[in-house]
């Protein structure tokens, strides 16, 4: 699925799906992203972009763009079955991670996360972390890196 949205926000278009099931699968799980999602894409400012904080963490995000008219990280997900909100922490841990390394290294002010998923069967389902509640997970972003810098005793 990621390859077809990144084909598709580099191109303007989806291509043509492969022969394989899974292909066929994960190019139909895009389409519906697209129609259900990327609609509130108002202007994208990357794809795939690599990111870092400063001697903290690297990582690569799946997209960078304005989100119904704030910036925002965007982040694609599949899934087997549909998920709930509470079950998806991490998600949220792993937007804030990109947005504080992105608003470090370009003085940006990032404080919107949306997870745009999809379901084997096609269901999309759209989670979105904004303000005050992506501060939060701002906090337990750094205090898992310390968590992580203790065990391996950097700090």
């Known amino acids: 699925m990621h390859k077809w949205l990144e ?3 580099k191109t303007g278009d989806l291509g043509l799906p492969g022969t394989n099931p899974y292909s066929k699968q994960s190019y139909e799980m895009a389409k519906t992203v697209i129609t259900n999602g990327i609609r509130n894409v108002k202007e994208v400012y990357g794809v795939e972009t690599s990111l870092y904080y400063p001697e903290l963490y690297a990582g690569t995000t799946d997209c960078v763009a304005n989100w119904k ?3 925002a ?16 922490d991490d998600y949220f841990l792993q937007l804030a991670a990109y947005s ?8 940006t002010d990032i404080k919107t996360g949306v997870v745009l998923m ?3 069967d096609n269901q999309y389902q759209e989670f979105v972390v904004s303000g005050k509640e992506f501060e939060v997970y ?14 391996i005793n950097i700090i």
């Open 69 to 71: 008219g704030e910036p």
């Open 138 to 151: 701002w906090d337990k972003w750094f205090d898992r890196v310390e968590q992580y810098y203790r065990q």
């Open 100 to 107: 504080l390394a992105h608003n470090k290294l370009y003085n």
């Open 73 to 88: 990280i965007l982040d694609f997900k599949q899934t087997n079955k549909p998920k709930k909100r509470e079950w998806i």
């Open 118 to 120: 999809c379901s084997a």
């Open 7 to 9: 084909t598709y926000f």
